[in-house]
């Protein structure tokens, strides 16, 4: 192949080799499991079954009924948001373990480091779409869909997917300097999900004497709340799926502000370590 042959197709290679990782990625996830992909649906509702009798029937919690959708069921309100939870968890635990795992591979080649963190968000995606195509089955079965919001639900499983890769960006760059940074992104992941209103209804950031909201440290819980990014990603999902109605304008502008500062930090960080990630692994 001549020198103008190779120049002509560089610009292909980043493309077609973030495809084949992400291929290898979904051919490997249950790789030589009997159940296979069957996994993608049998995780989240033994989750939700759990949560469903812990917070549902032992401490009755109580979602607010869907409007307008008219849905009132702790099961679904719970799944509209534990879904989009699991899918940012997968997506930055499994950033962190793509350049870990993939150590031979980055010291016999140069490629974009970039396209193994990103290849495996992908693959999670892939994961996600069939687990909200099995939701919105349901839906349709047991309660009632809006085909309408149907599409933003793409739109939003690709902002969260993209504000996952952000931070995972970030933590597997760093983790490859200091590997404790794995171990304490569970530990943060774990405080963050039940700092996220997921399991419980909001409500009960309130106090039912006063009907004002809690305080930390003197700050208005609820507009600390506001700074978690999750709280806005879980509530666009209810809102999709649970409410069925279109967010407005603001809300969706959160959510594009805090996934393009997950991103902009997030390879900011990467590209200052990135080209010295084969010496250290």
Do not use: C
């Amino acid at each position: 192949m001549t020198a103008t042959a190779r120049r002509r197709k560089r610009p292909d290679y980043p493309l077609e080799l973030l495809w084949n990782l992400t291929l290898r990625e979904l051919r490997g996830k249950y790789k030589r499991s009997i159940l296979g992909w069957g996994w993608s649906l049998l995780n989240p509702l033994v989750q939700l079954a759990v949560y469903s009798a812990v917070f549902g029937i032992l401490f009755k919690a109580t979602p607010p009924p869907g409007d307008p959708s008219g849905i009132h069921a702790y099961s679904f309100w719970l799944v509209s948001g534990l879904l989009a939870w699991n899918f940012h968890l997968n997506g930055v635990m499994g950033a962190i373990g793509s350049l870990a795992g993939n150590g031979n591979l980055i010291r016999k080649v140069y490629f974009p480091r970039s396209i193994l963190p990103f290849a495996t968000s992908l693959s999670w995606l892939v994961s996600f779409a069939i687990e909200i195509a099995a939701l919105i089955l349901i839906l349709a079965v047991f309660q009632t869909i809006n085909l309408a919001v149907l599409p933003l639900v793409v739109v939003a499983a690709v902002l969260l997917m993209l504000f996952s890769l952000g931070l995972g960006l970030l933590v597997s760059a760093v983790n490859v300097y200091f590997r404790d940074i794995e171990y304490l992104t569970q530990i943060a992941l774990q405080v963050w999900f039940f700092g996220t209103p997921i399991v419980y209804n909001e409500k009960l950031l309130t106090n039912p004497k006063t009907g004002l909201h809690y305080h930390l440290l003197g700050i208005d819980v609820l507009t600390i709340e506001k700074l978690n990014p999750m709280y806005h990603f879980t509530g666009l999902f209810r809102t999709l799926l649970y409410h069925q109605t279109w967010p407005t304008f603001g809300e969706i502008g959160v959510l594009v502000a805090f996934t393009a500062t997950s991103l902009l930090v997030g390879s900011i960080v990467f590209r200052r370590i990135e080209p010295r990630m084969a010496e250290e692994l």
